[in-house]
């Protein structure tokens, strides 16, 4: 099993530039989640996905950011214009509906906005 | 915003030591879970916690879910260099789906 796999791991992009994060969950893994973490506010919740469908945007915090899940094995993040405050680290993290809590992350994604 | 308040914020401590960190709510929560996140990696699940008085065991971790479901605590006991990291409680709502609220973490740095 690889695990929730994400990319790219580092993202240096300069402001007003478009930035996509990916996403490869757990196969068989039914729900999909995005955080964002930082110093300031921890862990949030963003997005989150059931069978592919968005659930639950509320945590998306600009119109800037959309996600998408096109297929159970692929999802992206992506941030129109990116500004030098979306700098944080992104993960990606997968569930499995038969099982009892406990997502899997992945190892993140780390922007920089300059 | 944060639901879960999480303390200490920050630890240090010498190896061997035990240590214990808990996290607090107004909210009533379903399940409790305790993750540990190394540094350039995301968070791992510790225990998982399903019961109101639940205690739990995973080698030297041990977690507790409070009666009032409104808590939980982490204990590690003699601690070795490798439990340096950032623990994270996290609680689904009642009332809530499948997503987890976080607290804010602990930073443990263990001392040779």
């Known amino acids: 099993d690889a695990g929730v796999i994400q990319s790219p791991r580092h993202e240096v992009t300069e402001m007003g530039q478009e930035v996509t994060l990916r996403c490869k969950p757990i196969?068989?893994?039914?729900?999909l989640f995005w955080y964002r973490q930082t110093m300031m506010r921890g862990l949030e919740l963003l997005i989150y996905?059931?069978?592919?469908?968005?659930?639950?945007d509320s945590g998306m915090p600009e119109d800037r950011f959309s996600a998408k899940m096109p297929n159970a094995s692929f999802s992206t993040l992506k941030i129109q214009p990116s500004e030098p405050r979306d700098s944080a680290v992104y993960f990606c993290?997968?569930?499995?509906?038969?099982?009892?809590?406990?997502?899997?992350f992945g190892s993140g994604t780390r922007l920089t906005v300059v | 915003g944060q639901q879960l308040n999480q303390s200490p914020q920050s630890m240090f401590i010498q190896e061997g030591e035990d240590v214990s960190m808990n996290c607090t709510s107004s909210s009533i929560f379903n399940t409790w879970l305790w993750y540990k996140q190394d540094p350039g990696e995301g968070p791992v699940l510790l225990i998982a916690l399903y019961k109101a008085g639940e205690l739990t065991s995973n080698g030297r971790l041990t977690a507790q879910f409070g009666i009032t479901r409104k808590d939980s605590f982490l204990n590690i006991s003699a601690s070795i260099p490798s439990d340096v990291g950032i623990y994270f409680c996290a609680g689904q709502l009642i009332g809530s789906a499948r997503q987890l609220t976080f607290g804010s973490g602990t930073q443990l740095t263990v001392l040779p």
């Open positions: 196969s068989g893994h039914n729900s």
């Open positions: 996905f059931n069978n592919n469908v968005p659930i639950d």
């Open positions: 993290a997968s569930k499995s509906h038969a099982a009892d809590y406990g997502y899997t």
